[in-house]
């Protein structure tokens, strides 16, 4: 009688990755979709609720577990000490569970686009066969690296490796994915069998497959749907292809829940980023973290948002706003840089060559040109003239700056922090503003205009009557 109970998943994570060509990231924590490999697997795998999600690790065991505690506390990291294949990993994982029964799935690290789907169909597939291996493969149209399962009579015999297969066998286009269901116990019979007699001298979780196929258990396998799901990623090239196969599945599902996405090619959305419907994205768009927009705004083109939020029917566009909360109605744009801690009010405005920093900007007040503001908080229904700056650094420390309600603040003024310009106050073109303005009155900071009658005929003969 099968066990049906879903023991343990194992993610494979102890490999270097040597095609990856790194020095400083092992390979499963490259990133795609705003998200570790690892994390997508990790994901996938914890949707299954098993009663155990182990992790080997072994290549940057210290940065691959502290990556792991933080996507997933629960998740256990097994240390691999030398990576002797992936049968070995398997077995390292089952050590620190003797008494495991049931089934027992494993997972490879580099296959990010993997679904939680894809995972309960195999084990359906594995329980309703009653197996004691269950394999997920993949019929592809470039076999290429990969392990080719060899059938006989219908029913898979074996998986040779690529580099073990000759030139029959290569031939074959369906490939093992490294994805498994196993019966715990007949696993590990079968991987205390494993010898390293191949051209990698390793131990391969593949060879499972012949072991339980001789032992006269049940082996099945479980074709995959998509087969672009099941690919693993070994180097850079496969990185790339496997972040524009996800952007696609990412952008697709927001389509489909009422997003236009213009382009989808130039569009990348990571997969925690929320949006609702009627939202446009235009070409050249990039949104990451945990950006959120509401319905009907407007992002694009050449945009890109980090952990943002944007309200009802703003538009942000050729942007680049971190960690900004964008209100409802508000018009950011174009060549607009918001970054952490920016707040603009309801229907409020940032302009062409604008950037603004921890502030906040009152509902339907504007900073419509060339300005820089920084650490301030302005009220509402304010303008800020073209070429203000927020003088909020003295070299050493930085500042707060107070704008009212209803306020003009003059074109080209300096706001030499800390200063409060009260409600309805107004300062002139060109001024330094380094005392506070109270409510109501001009603040004028500038040397008054003189005019020096006949200079030029004096000073500068020549010049008369030149353009
Ligand atoms: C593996 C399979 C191959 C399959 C392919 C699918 C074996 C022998 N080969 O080949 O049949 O077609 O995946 O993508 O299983 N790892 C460890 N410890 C080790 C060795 C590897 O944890 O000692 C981990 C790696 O970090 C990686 C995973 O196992 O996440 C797969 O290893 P990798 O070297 O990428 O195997 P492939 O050559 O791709
Ligand atoms: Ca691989």
Redesign the pocket.
Known sequence: MTDARLAAVVV????E?TRMRSATTP??LHEIGGRSMLGHVVRAARHLAPEHLLV?V?HAREQVTAHLAGLDPAAQAVV?EQ????G??VRVALDTLPALTGTVVVV????PLLTAQTLSELLATHHVARAATTLLTAELPDPTG??RVVREGGSVAA?V?HKDADAAIRAIRE????VYAFDAEQLRTALQQLTTDNAQG?Q???DVVALHRKAGRTVAAHIAESATETM?V?DRVQLAEAGRLLRDRVVAQHQRAGVTVVDPATTWIDIDVRLEPDVTIHPGSQLHGTTAVRAGAVIGPDTTLTDTEVGEQASVVKSHCVGAVIGTGADVGPYTYLRPGTRLGEKSKAGAFVEIKASQVGARSKVPHLSYVGDAVIGERSNIGAATIVVNYDGRDKHGTTVGDDVRVGSDTMLVAPVTVGDGAYTAAGSVITDDVPPGALGVGRARQRNIEGWVARKRPTDQGQP
């Open positions: 494979l994570a102890a490999g990755g390979k499963v080997v072994g691999q990576q002797q294949g992936t070995h990993a490879p690290g580099d296959a990969y392990g998986v490796e490939v093992a994915t490294s390793e391969y979780l593949t693993g070994n």
